[in-house]
């Protein structure tokens, strides 16, 4: 029998019960609520991106700080004289301290070290990552200024504190070595690759060495988390017990765990059936010209991983070897742009636009194009409202820890229609197996799963989209943060017991 589905509610009673007198502090780079000077005005806006839409409804449901970087404009003007500022602005919540770095620091640590060299270490995009020592120090020192505010934040009581992703990865180990009774767990957001891949890093001892300071360490899949054992095991000699997951470094024991992220089903849910969602698609709908068309959409981040050139060459592929649809099929495409300032981001765009305008100048005709690009930070209404035309939405990752954008696109779908093309090399394919599983790399393959979707009987695709929905229900982000904060908070005493050896 399955368990019942986990609530904020739920979880909100297990915290309470699990956390006891511990203070619970996440620490993550990027912030939830970015405080914006626009023409002297404040404005509070949330970052595109994954992170936040999955941990802003666990703190808000639990209470304590969140330390993050504050890279707004408006930050400073925000927060009181320790740093601190109560979120969400309009329900007050929990507590977030904002860590102030300069913009070498920045440059260092966050483009250069984090998203030059171990965001396509980590995935298979096929291209290199830039490894430069003056990074790597950057990258150092700014782990040790957040250890510095999460330990003045701990202040010398019990506390849990759950570092994200790959930004602060020399963190944990900081953090014990300064004061060992803090219980530390990490969930890291995108892939670990494989020994091969990994080995590339010059510094990948102190990175395993660093990660192996948490009491658990969370990857989405077990692939991943198979792939960092391996490398422990490999690089620092480090002791795994394959049988329960675990990694002895020194003696000291980090539990090695899958756990699948995901989205708030309820609340997804829910508001796409509000009447500004509503009102919304009929006002996108006459903008876009969308009415009696099939639409097919992208919602992404602009990023490399993401597959978004295979994916406009395969719709170009589909009208080629199906003109009939011409006309007929609309593919919208929302991204936010990115990490701006790093060269690779930069051609990516180039490269956009370019197969954007080789696929629309082919195929377009008078009053219609095949492809309309918004390559804007939509507001979650539109994103809602689009997600509800859609008869199809496309996630043709190359490589991703998980993909939300799967997630969310199912959770949307109350009306139970509505046909996912997702990509093997998600994370979320191995939970969304009524999906159309196609490798973005296949072009011809590629082409004809946007056939089938636009064909597919109307009965084929609700009985796809429940079973679709009933996986995404059960493993809502509610369970993710239950298993993570029981493992955290009871496996961490457990294996800190010296019981075992072989
Ligand atoms: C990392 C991992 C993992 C997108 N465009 C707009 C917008 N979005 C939102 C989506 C979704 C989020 O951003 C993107 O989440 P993803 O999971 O797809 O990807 P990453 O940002 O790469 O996240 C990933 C995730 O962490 C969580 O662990 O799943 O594998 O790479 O929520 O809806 N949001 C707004 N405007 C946009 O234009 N507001």
Same mark, same amino acid.
């Given at each position: 029998?399955?368990?019942?589905?986990?609530?904020?509610?739920?979880?909100?009673?297990?915290?309470?019960?699990?956390?006891?007198?511990?203070?619970?502090?996440?620490?993550?780079?990027?912030?939830?609520?970015?405080?914006?000077?626009?023409?002297?005005?404040?404005?509070?806006?949330?970052?595109?991106?994954?992170?936040?839409?999955?941990?802003?409804?666990?703190?808000?449901?639990?209470?304590?700080?969140?330390?993050?970087?504050?890279?707004?404009?408006?930050?400073?003007?925000?927060?009181?004289?320790?740093?601190?500022?109560?979120?969400?602005?309009?329900?007050?919540?929990?507590?977030?301290?904002?860590?102030?770095?300069?913009?070498?620091?920045?440059?260092?640590?966050?483009?250069?070290?984090?998203?030059?060299?171990?965001?396509?270490?980590?995935?298979?995009?096929?291209?290199?990552?830039?490894?430069?020592?003056?990074?790597?120090?950057?990258?150092?020192?700014?782990?040790?200024?957040?250890?510095?505010?999460?330990?003045?934040?701990?202040?010398?009581?019990?506390?849990?504190?759950?570092?994200?992703?790959?930004?602060?990865?020399?963190?944990?180990?900081?953090?014990?070595?300064?004061?060992?009774?803090?219980?530390?767990?990490?969930?890291?957001?995108?892939?670990?690759?494989?020994?091969?891949?990994?080995? +590339?890093?010059?510094?990948?001892?102190?990175?395993?060495?660093?990660?192996?300071?948490?009491?658990?360490?969370?990857?989405?899949?077990?692939?991943?988390?198979?792939?960092?054992?391996?490398?422990?095991?490999?690089?620092?000699?480090?002791?795994?017990?394959?049988?329960?997951?675990?990694?002895?470094?020194?003696?000291?024991?980090? #539990?090695?765990?899958?756990?699948?992220?995901?989205?708030?089903?309820?609340?997804?849910?829910?508001?796409?059936?509000?009447?500004?969602?509503?009102?919304?698609?009929?006002?996108?709908?006459?903008?876009?010209?969308?009415?009696?068309?099939?639409?097919?959409?992208?919602?992404?981040?602009?990023?490399?991983?993401?597959?978004?050139?295979?994916? +406009?060459?395969?719709?170009?592929?589909?009208?080629?070897?199906?003109?009939?649809?011409?006309?007929?099929?609309?593919?919208?495409?929302?991204?936010?742009?990115?990490?701006?300032?790093?060269?690779?981001?930069?051609?990516?765009?180039?490269?956009?636009?370019?197969? #954007?305008?080789?696929?629309?100048?082919?195929?377009?005709?008078?009053?219609?194009?095949?492809?309309?690009?918004?390559?804007?930070?939509?507001?979650?209404?539109?994103?809602?409202?689009?997600?509800?035309?859609?008869?199809?939405?496309?996630?043709?990752?190359?490589?991703?820890?998980?993909?939300?954008?799967?997630?969310?696109?199912?959770?949307?779908?109350?009306?139970?229609?509505?046909?996912?093309?997702?990509?093997?090399?998600?994370?979320?394919?191995?939970?969304?197996?009524?999906?159309?599983?196609?490798?973005?790399?296949?072009?011809?393959?590629?082409?004809?799963?946007?056939?089938?979707?636009?064909?597919?009987?109307?009965?084929?695709?609700?009985?796809?989209?429940?079973?679709?929905?009933?996986?995404?229900?059960?493993?809502?982000?509610?369970?993710?943060?239950?298993?993570?904060?029981?493992?955290?908070?009871?496996?961490?005493?457990?294996?800190?017991?010296?019981?075992?050896?072989?």
């Amino acid at each position: 029998m399955s368990e019942p589905t986990w609530t904020s509610e739920k979880l909100r009673r297990l915290v309470h019960r699990e956390i006891g007198d511990y203070r619970l502090i996440v620490v993550s780079n990027r912030q939830p609520y970015i405080h914006e000077l626009i023409e002297g005005k404040m404005h509070i806006a949330s970052p595109a991106g994954g992170l936040t839409t999955a941990i802003d409804p666990l703190m808000q449901e639990c209470g304590g700080t969140w330390v993050a970087y504050g890279g707004g404009e408006g930050d400073l003007y925000a927060v009181d004289e320790k740093n601190r500022i109560q979120v969400p602005s309009d329900d007050p919540s929990y507590t977030l301290r904002l860590v102030w770095l300069t913009q070498q620091e920045q440059q260092g640590y966050y483009n250069g070290f984090s998203n030059e060299g171990l965001w396509p270490l980590c995935h298979n995009a096929f291209i290199e990552p830039t490894f430069q020592t003056s990074d790597w120090h950057t990258y150092k020192s700014v782990n040790s200024v957040f250890a510095k505010q999460v330990l003045d934040e701990v202040d010398g009581r019990p506390a849990a504190v759950f570092t994200q992703d790959y930004h602060l990865a020399l963190l944990p180990r900081m953090l014990r070595q300064a004061d060992p009774t803090i219980i530390t767990g990490q969930f890291w957001h995108i892939p670990w690759p494989t020994y091969e891949i990994f080995r +590339i890093c010059p510094w990948g001892d102190q990175l395993l060495d660093g990660l192996l300071g948490n009491d658990l360490l969370g990857f989405h899949i077990g692939d991943h988390c198979n792939n960092f054992m391996e490398a422990a095991a490999r690089v620092l000699g480090a002791r795994v017990h394959d049988e329960y997951n675990v990694v002895y470094q020194n003696e000291e024991p980090t #539990l090695v765990r899958p756990f699948p992220i995901s989205v708030d089903f309820e609340h997804v849910s829910q508001e796409s059936q509000s009447q500004e969602v509503t009102d919304e698609m009929g006002r996108v709908m006459e903008e876009m010209d969308l009415g009696g068309k099939v639409v097919g959409l992208g919602i992404d981040r602009i990023d490399y991983t993401k597959g978004i050139p295979h994916r +406009i060459r395969a719709i170009g592929r589909f009208f080629e070897v199906y003109p009939d649809y011409i006309g007929k099929v609309v593919f919208v495409q929302a991204g936010v742009m990115s990490r701006t300032k790093i060269d690779a981001y930069q051609h990516l765009s180039a490269e956009i636009d370019e197969e #954007l305008k080789a696929v629309n100048d082919r195929f377009g005709t008078g009053n219609w194009l095949p492809i309309i690009y918004l390559p804007d930070n939509l507001s979650a209404v539109t994103l809602a409202a689009l997600r509800r035309i859609a008869r199809f939405c496309v996630v043709s990752s190359l490589h991703d820890g998980m993909n939300l954008v799967a997630k969310e696109y199912v959770a949307s779908r109350f009306d139970e229609d509505g046909v996912l093309i997702l990509s093997p090399f998600t994370g979320a394919a191995s939970e969304l197996t009524d999906a159309l599983i196609v490798n973005p790399y296949a072009t011809d393959d590629f082409a004809d799963a946007i056939r089938d979707a636009v064909i597919m009987p109307h009965k084929e695709r609700r009985e796809r989209m429940v079973r679709m929905r009933n996986v995404v229900e059960e493993n809502n982000i509610f369970k993710w943060a239950a298993r993570l904060f029981v493992d955290m908070m009871q496996g961490t005493r457990r294996a800190r017991r010296p019981i075992r050896s072989f």
